[in-house]
């Protein structure tokens, strides 16, 4: 056994001796190191074999060499190098630019073999105050244009942007600088309103600097919740929201004459019938100068006297059934052919122009009917008791059909 594990060592050992030496050392190809801070080459594999006597230097100039327990140290290189004699690794510091540049390793083992490795330092200048510079001027939707730019000291290598924690991209509005050290955002839109971060980097370093960014906009957007029907002597609220910034300031009218109001919330503490009208909403930014107005219809009915819940289902229900029976009513009259066809030249060039703003679309608009919502209360109202009906009966035909069949329906049947 003994024998044996002996033969198989000195056999591993032969075979090995080459490449195990040529594994010995390896040092990362390139380091980066700071200026004033400090760099250690250390090889990766430590080297196996004992050491008859290294030397270390940087390019030309001999840094250290002899025996790893007595080295020497040149001159140049005194207070500023230590030696790892176990690993050989080499630690320097006071770094400076001159630094930069390749340092070779070679051994001489004690069984007369030569290893040499090479490495290399960049030594880079700390970054340090990044600044942003962003426009002082009042910044408008759709109207300016901002100018954003970093200034820095150091080895800059990279710069890089990010708006609210996420890498802001370049488009047709946000253009980069060719040294991205600066970007142009034109016109200035909404969403572009956040922190704009900008991080100059090198291998030993980084630095961040913020602006923040504020746009203003609208208002857009204007929207009014509340009732449109209500009940004689409740208490109703009219909310009115827009989308601005700085936020709007608001202004109701009703029926045309300005209230006095002057907050989002418009209130009736009690309902009266002389409240049915029309209310508007108008919001208005100081900073863009802009402004922008919401109608909103409101009726009062008398509250026992108005439809109950189960009235308007009732309603909606017989209005349903009313409006299936006339479309079958027109489909067995059309097919029948005992409603002509509108096709007289007038009709067909204008028919085309309506179709675009009403195609597919079935207005059913049944007059004096409360459940009208909005401004088309005051239309509703003036109408007679016709039923109007707007149906494309064939999607290929640009033709529409329009079918006007009094309240008397089976009336036009006799
Ligand atoms: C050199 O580096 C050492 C240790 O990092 C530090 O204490 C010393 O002040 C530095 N000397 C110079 C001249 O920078
Ligand atoms: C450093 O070592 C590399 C190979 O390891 C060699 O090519 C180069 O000439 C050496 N440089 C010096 C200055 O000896
Ligand atoms: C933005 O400002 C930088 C620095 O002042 C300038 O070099 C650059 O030309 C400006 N870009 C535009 C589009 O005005
Ligand atoms: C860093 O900056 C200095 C001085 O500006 C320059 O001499 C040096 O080459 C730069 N180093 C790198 C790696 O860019
Ligand atoms: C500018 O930044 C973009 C993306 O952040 C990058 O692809 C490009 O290489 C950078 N250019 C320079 C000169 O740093
Ligand atoms: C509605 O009529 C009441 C009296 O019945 C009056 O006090 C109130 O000012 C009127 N409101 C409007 C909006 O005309
Ligand atoms: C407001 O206008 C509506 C619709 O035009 C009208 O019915 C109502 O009587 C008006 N109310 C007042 C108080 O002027």
Redesign the pocket.
């Known amino acids: 056994m003994m024998v044996s594990h002996g033969l198989f060592w000195t056999l591993w050992m032969v075979a090995c001796f080459e490449q195990c030496l040529g594994q010995d050392l390896q040092f990362p190809e390139l380091n980066n190191g700071a200026v004033g801070g400090s760099v250690k080459f250390t090889p990766n594999n430590p080297p196996s074999t004992a050491i008859n006597q290294f030397t270390w230097q940087f390019e030309t100039i001999l840094i250290l060499t002899g025996k790893p327990d007595s080295p020497t140290v040149s001159s140049e290189y005194q207070d500023r190098v230590f030696l790892d004699k176990n690993t050989l690794a080499l630690e320097l510091w006071n770094l400076t630019?001159r630094d930069?540049g390749s340092y070779n390793l070679s051994v001489n083992t004690v069984n007369g073999d030569e290893i040499r490795e090479q490495t290399s330092l960049?030594?880079?200048?700390i970054i340090s105050d990044v600044t942003l510079t962003g426009p002082q001027e009042t910044l408008i939707e759709d109207e300016s244009s901002a100018n954003i730019t970093s200034k820095g000291s150091g080895?800059i290598?990279s710069v890089q942007w990010m708006k609210d924690n996420s890498p802001l991209s370049s488009s047709s509005r946000i253009i980069f600088s060719s040294d991205n050290r600066s970007v142009y955002i034109s016109p200035v839109e909404r969403s572009d309103t956040g922190e704009l971060q900008c991080t100059y980097s090198n291998p030993v370093s980084s630095e961040t600097a913020k602006h923040t960014l504020i746009i203003n906009y609208g208002p857009d957007g204007v929207s009014i919740e509340g009732p449109n029907v209500v009940d004689l002597g409740v208490q109703i609220f009219l909310s009115c929201s827009a989308n601005s910034e700085p936020s709007a300031s608001f202004s109701w009218t009703f029926n045309g004459s300005d209230t006095g109001v002057t907050t989002d919330k418009y209130t009736i503490d009690k309902t009266d019938f002389n409240n049915s009208g029309e209310y508007i909403c108008t919001a208005f930014n100081r900073v863009t100068n802009r402004r922008e107005l919401k109608t909103h219809a409101l009726l009062v009915q008398a509250g026992g006297g108005g439809l109950s819940g189960g009235a308007i289902a009732g309603i909606v229900i017989g209005v349903l059934v009313a409006v299936s029976g006339i479309c079958g009513l027109i489909v067995y009259l059309t097919k029948t052919n005992k409603i002509p066809k509108l096709k007289s030249e007038a009709q067909r060039s204008e028919a085309p122009a309506k179709s675009k703003e009403k195609t597919d679309l079935t207005y059913v608009n049944i007059p004096g009917h409360q459940m009208t919502r909005g401004g088309e209360t005051a239309q509703g109202k003036g109408g007679d008791s016709a039923i109007y009906m707007n149906m494309k009966t064939d999607p290929n035909s640009k033709e529409d059909e329009y079918v006007n069949v009094k309240h008397g329906v089976p009336s036009s049947q006799r």
């Open positions: 630019f930069s960049q030594v880079y200048e080895n290598t």
